[in-house]
């Protein structure tokens, strides 16, 4: 993957998205790198800085934790055309809660932590684009903590399939129940109900 | 109270955790509305677009919502010095998905959307301030999924107090329970249990 090539990509996430005037998009890009991260690479783990944000161009990642129990407890997946890191820690410059993983090979617009500080300090249009960026990341955690202390778990697997249509065939399924708070037992009763039913 | 007289509070916010120079603090504070709840007062309900973000002077609110079994879950208490409002519809103006109310009589400090928009158009600086604000929002909200859904309740239960050391004294203990997703009767044996150890 040439780097170059990559730039369309973004540009469509932004014009569907948080329209971006082209020569930001431009500044934008220049301070990203390319990146290719084999599968299982670990991003960020606990106790760390995190310290990139990326847009994923090809592959997917998840960000988890370990409970006091010793579980997974994985927060989300991201994939083609999302950004993974970890908003909080890279932001505030704090040491991470989480794990951020690669589960396949995975290509990725990566930027810095000084770098985003650059494009703040040059080009103040960007404090707007990364606020209204975060305020969506925001909105979409608020939807996990509502969903996940909520509504039933076949629900919840429902949400997920829709919002993931792809990710059971390309990720463990025992992620996926760690995703959902269940069992990978409760995880593989649920696909059969749902096998029944549609056949 | 007095409107001109709040305005050292907001400014000792903002001394602590946000700089923010004087002349923006005053448009601010001038966008601001100086407003007097009773308690029990509902500012936003899920379906409805929360209208404010408010710096709460006196008083003390809660955020929730209710799941599936008709429980209630508290999501956070807002008191003195913080801040409350739901920002994923606040900022993206979408149905909230939240239930925001007064938990005693509280005096508050709000923003509308319009009048915060109007301000990042006439005054960039708010772009900045904003957007560092929703960082520790953001922060915060992940702290509080990563502890509900990793840490035992009586680790939960120590760690709000900690953070809200006046709150078991001013709400009542089903909000508490509700906000550590234990039932009432498994926080009062947490409750005696650190109780005998004290004494």
Not at 20 to 33: D, K, N, Q, T, W
Not at 155 to 169: A, E, I, S, T
């Amino acid at each position: 993957m040439n780097k170059q090539d990559t730039l369309p990509k973004l540009k469509d996430f932004f014009d569907r998205n948080i329209p971006l005037p082209e020569p930001a998009l431009i500044r934008l890009f220049e301070a990203m790198e390319l990146v290719k991260l084999p599968s299982k690479h670990s991003i960020t783990q606990p106790g760390e800085i995190c310290t990139i944000e990326a847009y994923i161009l090809k592959g997917i990642a998840r960000t988890y934790f370990i409970n006091e129990q010793g579980d997974e407890v994985t927060v989300h997946f991201a994939k083609e055309d999302w950004w993974i890191g970890d908003v909080a820690s890279f932001t505030l410059q704090r040491p991470s809660l989480l794990h951020i993983e690669t589960l396949e090979e995975t290509y990725m617009l990566t930027i810095s932590y000084e770098r985003k500080e650059q494009l703040y300090a040059e080009y103040p249009i960007f404090e707007r684009i990364f606020r209204l960026m975060i305020q969506r990341t925001h909105a979409f955690l608020m939807n996990r903590l509502v969903s996940v202390l909520s509504e039933s778990a076949d629900k919840r697997y429902q949400y997920f399939l829709d919002r993931y249509p792809d990710v059971p065939q390309r990720v463990p399924q025992h992620y996926i129940a760690s995703y959902l708070g269940i069992s990978p037992e409760f995880l593989s009763k649920i696909r059969s109900k749902k096998a029944k039913l549609r056949s």
